[in-house]
């Protein structure tokens, strides 16, 4: 199974760049689209209309973060936040066993979570600019020590 572990960068772009255009896609319209039809969608499901700037901005400009891979991390737990909303306000009204009426939501939530917790991986730009770095590492290191 070594030669998989190889292919994790790969994967991880792969990853990140299918998350980028469906956010990319879905961010899109929210801001340049019809917007009081979404404004009254997000109403209708009681959020603040103002939500549908703030949804589409994290969206289109996120997703195209998360294709380049830079900022990863905190762009893919801000769409995973977004998408938790989403299965909630939206999405459970029909309750949790129907399943395929939230069943997009709740991949895209899933995989912008692994995203948050593992990076954006070697093929990106937070790897140059952040190397493989996590929070806590000096912490392993002095105790390797």
């Given at each position: 199974?070594?030669?998989l572990e190889r292919l994790k960068p790969?994967?991880?772009l792969l990853l990140?760049?299918?998350l980028g255009i469906v956010f990319m896609t879905r961010g899109w319209p929210k801001l340049f689209g019809q917007n009081a039809g979404m404004q009254q969608f997000f109403a209708e499901h009681g959020l603040p209309t103002s939500f549908v700037y703030l949804s589409g901005v994290l969206e289109l400009f996120g997703g195209g973060l998360?294709?380049?891979g830079l900022f990863t991390r905190p762009v893919a737990f801000l769409l995973a936040i977004e998408m938790g909303v989403a299965i909630w306000k939206v999405h459970l009204l029909k309750g949790y066993l129907v399943v395929r009426e939230y069943e997009f939501p709740l991949v895209l939530f899933a995989a912008c979570f692994v995203l948050a917790t593992i990076g954006a991986g070697f093929l990106s730009i937070?790897?140059?600019l952040f190397g493989g770095r996590r929070s806590g590492s000096r912490v392993s290191k002095k105790k390797a020590e």
């Open positions: 199974m070594d030669y790969l994967a991880l990140r760049a299918a998360l294709i380049l937070d790897q140059p």
